[in-house]
C-alpha cells in the first residue's frame, strides 16, 4: 500500500474518519495518507476503542477492519447498527470469498475493500460514501419510474428516497445505504438495461474494472432481500453488458 496522497479532493471540507485497524504499519500509513488527503483521523487499534471513540464524538465515516482482536469490525458494526447509528462504514478485509464479503453487508457495512489495496482506491471509495450521505443523487437523468408524492415505484416495489425506506408490496425491506442507493438507481430506470460502468460511476463514483466483483456481490446479496418468500425475481442480469429491473 502506497501513503501517497491522490490528486482529488475530498468530497467536503476536512470529513473526519475514525479508523480502526490492529496493524500498526497499515493503521499509520493510512492515517498518514488520509491526513494528507485532507481528512481529520482518529486512529485506534481495536473494535473497543471504535465503538468508544464513535461514543465520543460521531465521525462522518468509518473505516473498520474486519480482523481485529477481541471485537472485530463486524461487530463494531453490528453494534453501531443496532444503536440506530447509520454513518457509512467502509471495511478493510483480507477475506476474498464471497461468504464472507456478505458478512459484511449483513453486519451492516455499506462497502469493502480488499488487503492488499491502494489508497487511491480507498479515497474513491470513501468519497463515494460522504457524497452519498451528503445527499446527492444516485439517478442517471432518466427516471423511467412514476414518482408521487416524492415516492418512486417500478412492479410492486416502492421507495421512499427521502425516508430511505423500501417496500415490496406491504413488506418492508432491510437495506444498508448501499442496497438502498443501488435499489433506487434500478427502480429509477426500470426496464433500462443498466452497464456495468454506468452502475459502478452512479453508486461508488469510480469503475473498478473488469476483474472486481463487488457490483455481482451486492446485486446478489439485493437480490435475497427484494425476492425473498418465493416472490417473482426482479432484478435480471443482462449477460455480458449489466442490470435490469423488470417483471418477466
Known amino acids: 500500500m502506497s501513503p501517497t496522497a491522490a490528486s482529488a479532493t475530498p468530497p467536503a471540507a476536512s470529513p473526519t474518519v475514525l479508523l480502526a485497524e490492529d496493524d500498526r504499519a497499515i493503521r499509520h500509513a493510512l492515517e498518514r495518507a488520509l491526513t494528507l ?12 476503542e471504535a465503538i468508544a471513540q464513535a461514543h465520543r464524538s460521531a465521525p462522518d465515516i468509518l473505516v473498520l477492519d474486519v480482523m481485529m482482536p477481541g471485537i472485530d469490525g463486524l461487530q463494531v458494526c453490528r453494534v453501531l447498527r443496532a444503536e440506530g447509528d447509520r454513518t457509512p462504514i467502509l471495511m478493510l478485509t483480507a477475506l476474498v ?13 455499506d462497502d469493502y475493500v480488499v488487503k492488499p489495496f491502494d489508497v487511491d482506491e480507498v479515497f ?14 444516485s439517478d442517471d437523468g432518466r427516471d423511467a419510474s412514476p414518482e408521487l408524492d416524492g415516492q418512486v415505484a417500478a412492479a410492486d416495489l ?7 425506506r423500501a417496500w415490496r408490496g406491504e ?8 442496497e438502498f442507493d443501488l435499489l433506487e438507481l434500478l427502480v429509477r430506470n426500470a426496464g433500462i438495461v443498466l452497464d456495468h460502468a454506468t452502475i459502478y460511476d452512479r453508486i461508488w463514483g469510480y469503475d473498478f474494472g473488469p476483474g472486481s466483483k463487488n457490483l455481482a456481490v451486492y446485486v446478489g446479496y439485493l437480490r435475497r432481500k427484494v425476492d425473498e418468500r418465493g416472490a417473482a425475481s426482479l432484478i435480471h442480469t443482462v449477460r455480458g453488458v449489466g442490470y435490469v429491473l423488470r417483471e418477466d
Open 37 to 48: 488527503e485532507g481528512y481529520e483521523v482518529t486512529a485506534v487499534a481495536d473494535g473497543v
Open 97 to 109: 470469498e464471497t461468504p464472507d464479503r456478505i458478512a459484511g453487508l449483513d453486519a451492516g457495512a
Open 124 to 137: 474513491a471509495r470513501l468519497r463515494a460514501l460522504l457524497r452519498r450521505t451528503s445527499g446527492a443523487s
Open 158 to 164: 416502492r421507495m421512499d428516497p427521502q425516508a430511505r
Open 171 to 178: 413488506r418492508e425491506l432491510e437495506l444498508t445505504r448501499t
